[in-house]
C-alpha cells in the first residue's frame, strides 16, 4: 500500500475525526442559530481539528501510532454510534456500567447499525491504517515536530477564541454539557477519571455501625421477628405507575394492595452502578463516591453486625455492584438457579422460589432478603416479560429505540412494569403467609433509577445527574406493612409522606427502622417511617 509521512496522516486523521463528532455538532445547533453564529459554528469545527491534531502529534511515535488509531477508530466508532442513536454520554459512570454490563445485556445491544458504524468507521479506516507505509521522522526531527505541532496549534486556538471570544464565554460557562459529546476526547478523558477511582486497596474496609444492637422490647408480651422483603428494582420512573397518577393501568394488582406509593423519590444517581451502592451506604448522595463504598461497611454489614438478622441477596441483575460481598448471595440469572427461564430470559419471579426454605432455616432470628430485579432493563424492553403481559400495544420488538415509534418504545416499557407489578404482588402474598405466625412483614420496593423513552432524543439513563432529566432520577419507591407490624408504626404518618419530597439518602435509615437498630449512625429524620 502508498507509503504516508506521519506528519500527514495526523493531519488527515484530525480531519476525518470532525465526523465522528455528528452528536456535538447537532447538539452545538440546537443552541446556536446557524444564521447568527456561522462563523463560530465554524470556528468550533476548525477548534477542534486542531485540538485533534495537537493530541494526536503528541501521542504519535514510531511504536505507538498505528495500535493507537487502530484503538482510537474501534472504540470511536462504537461511542459515535451510542451517541448518535442514543444521545448518551460516555462519562466516567458510563464506562463503570459499561465494564459491568455482562455479556447477556452487552449482546442485546449489537444490532445492524452498530455492526454499521462498527464496520465503517472502526473497521475500514484501521484496517487501513494496518496496511499503511507510515514514513516516520528521525528522533530529533519528531521532538522538533512535536514542539511546532504544539506551538501552532495553541497559537491558533488562542487566536480563535480571542476572535470569538462573547462565543467561546457563552460556550464554556453556559452550555458545558456540549463539551461531553466530543469524540474520542471526552471518552478518553473519562476513562482516566474512571481509573482513578481504582486506586483503592482492598484490604482498607472501614467498619462503621460496631456500636448496633436490635432493640428488645421488654413489655412485649408476644415476642416476634421481622420479615422484611427489599425489592431492589431496576429503570422504573414514578410516572410511569398508575399508582401515582398514570393514565394507563400498569399497577393493577398492587391497586388493590394498601400500597403506600412515593411519587416524588430521586435516585442517587442515573445508572446501577453508581445508584446501587449509594442506596445501601450510609453516606447521602452529595458525600457519596465509589471509594467510600468500596471501603466503608454498608447497611448489610451493620444488619449483619447484629448477629440477630440473617440476610440473602438473590440477583436476577448483573450483580451486587459490591453491596452483597460479606453476606449470602445467590445468582438467579440463568436455569441453575432460576426455575422460570424461557429463551435465556429468567423472570424475576423465579427470585421467590425456595425462600420458604431459607426463612424456615432460621426460626429465630430477624431475615431480610433483597431481590434485586432485571426490572424494565432497556434497551430490549419486549424480553423483560411473559408474552401474557403484553397488555399495551403495539410494541417496538427490537433493542433499536430509533427504529420505533414513540407510541411503541412507551408501550413495550409499560408492559415491564405490568410485570413488575405482578411480580410485587407475589412478593406481598407470599409475605402475607407468615403474617399469622410470629413475624412481622414488609416490602419495601426501590427502583435504582429512571429511564428516557426519547423525550427530547434522549434515551436509556446514565447522563451525568445535573443534566439529566427528571425520567432519570425519579424513581418509583413502595411500601406494604403487614397487620402486625402496623401496631409499631405511625401509619398515617407514613402514608403522608406520600406527596413529599425524598430521596434514596432515606433507604439506610429506614432499613435500621424497621428492624429496630439501634446506632448512632441512625438519622430519624431521615427515617421514612417515623
Known amino acids: 500500500m502508498k507509503s504516508i509521512t506521519l506528519e500527514r496522516l495526523i493531519l488527515i486523521i484530525s480531519f476525518i475525526y470532525l465526523f465522528y463528532n455528528y452528536r456535538f455538532f447537532s447538539n452545538t445547533l440546537q443552541i446556536y442559530i446557524v444564521e447568527n453564529s456561522f462563523w463560530f459554528i465554524i470556528s468550533l469545527a476548525l477548534v477542534l481539528f486542531l485540538f485533534n491534531l495537537l ?55 449489537f444490532n445492524i447499525k452498530l455492526l454499521l458504524y462498527l464496520g465503517f468507521l472502526g473497521i475500514i479506516p484501521s484496517f487501513i491504517i494496518y496496511k499503511l507505509k507510515i514514513i516516520y521522522p528521525s528522533f530529533k526531527r519528531a521532538i522538533f515536530l512535536k514542539i511546532k505541532y504544539t506551538t501552532a496549534t495553541l497559537l ?18 453556559e452550555h458545558k454539557p456540549l463539551r ?20 483503592i486497596t482492598p484490604t482498607s474496609l472501614k467498619a462503621i ?9 421488654e413489655e412485649e408480651e408476644k415476642p416476634h421477628n421481622e420479615l422484611v422483603i427489599f425489592v431492589l428494582g431496576e429503570t422504573a420512573r414514578s410516572d410511569h405507575f398508575s399508582l401515582n397518577g398514570y393514565k394507563k393501568k400498569t399497577n393493577p394488582l398492587l391497586e388493590k394492595e394498601d400500597i403506600i406509593s412515593f411519587k416524588n423519590l430521586s435516585s442517587c444517581g442515573t445508572s446501577t452502578a453508581f445508584s446501587v451502592p449509594c ?18 461497611y454498608n447497611i448489610l454489614d451493620i444488619l449483619n453486625y447484629t448477629n440477630k438478622i ?67 432493563h432497556g ?38 412494569i405490568l410485570y413488575t407489578d405482578y411480580f410485587l404482588s407475589k412478593v406481598i402474598n407470599f409475605l402475607k403467609k407468615y403474617e399469622k405466625q410470629h413475624y412481622q412483614t414488609a416490602m419495601l420496593y426501590v427502583s435504582d433509577h429512571g ?80
Open 55 to 109: 493530541i494526536f502529534s503528541l501521542l504519535s511515535f514510531r511504536y505507538t501510532t498505528k495500535p493507537l488509531f487502530i484503538t482510537l477508530f474501534i472504540l470511536s466508532s462504537i461511542t459515535a454510534y451510542f451517541m448518535d442513536s442514543y444521545n448518551t454520554i460516555i462519562n466516567s459512570e458510563m464506562i463503570r456500567n459499561i465494564l459491568q454490563t455482562n455479556m447477556k445485556e452487552s449482546l442485546e445491544l
Open 156 to 173: 491558533l486556538i488562542a487566536a480563535i477564541f480571542f476572535l470569538f471570544s462573547k462565543h467561546y464565554t457563552s460556550f464554556f460557562r
Open 180 to 199: 461531553y459529546s466530543i469524540n474520542p476526547h471526552f471518552w478518553l478523558y473519562s476513562i482516566g477519571k474512571y481509573i482513578n477511582t481504582l486506586t
Open 209 to 217: 455501625g460496631l456500636d448496633a444492637k436490635i432493640i428488645e422490647e
Open 279 to 296: 442506596i445501601f451506604s450510609f453516606y447521602d448522595r452529595k458525600n457519596f463516591s465509589y471509594k467510600k463504598a468500596k471501603t466503608t
Open 310 to 376: 440473617e440476610i440473602l441477596w438473590r440477583d436476577n441483575n448483573s450483580d451486587s455492584k459490591g453491596v452483597a460481598l460479606r453476606v449470602k448471595y445467590e445468582d438467579f440469572k440463568s436455569p441453575k438457579n432460576n426455575p422460570i427461564c424461557f429463551e435465556g430470559e429468567c423472570r424475576d419471579e423465579g427470585m421467590l422460589v425456595g425462600l420458604e426454605k431459607f426463612i424456615k432455616e432460621h426460626p429465630n432470628k430477624d431475615i431480610f432478603i433483597v431481590l434485586h430485579q432485571i426490572g424494565s
Open 379 to 416: 434497551p430490549a424492553y419486549y424480553k423483560r416479560y411473559p408474552k401474557e403481559f403484553e397488555k399495551f400495544t403495539p410494541v417496538c420488538k427490537t433493542n433499536q429505540l430509533q427504529e420505533c415509534s414513540k407510541e411503541e418504545i412507551i408501550n413495550s416499557y409499560d408492559n415491564t
Open 451 to 530: 429511564e428516557s423513552l426519547g423525550e427530547n432524543g434522549i434515551y436509556l439513563h446514565g447522563l451525568p445527574y445535573f443534566i439529566a432529566p427528571k425520567a432519570q432520577k425519579s424513581v418509583a419507591a413502595l411500601l406494604w406493612l403487614g397487620e402486625n407490624i402496623k401496631e409499631d408504626i405511625n401509619y398515617r404518618l407514613v402514608k403522608a409522606k406520600e406527596n413529599q419530597k425524598l430521596s434514596h439518602d432515606s433507604i439506610f435509615h429506614t432499613l435500621l427502622g424497621l428492624f429496630e437498630v439501634q446506632t448512632k449512625l441512625y438519622k430519624k429524620e431521615e427515617d421514612i417511617l417515623r
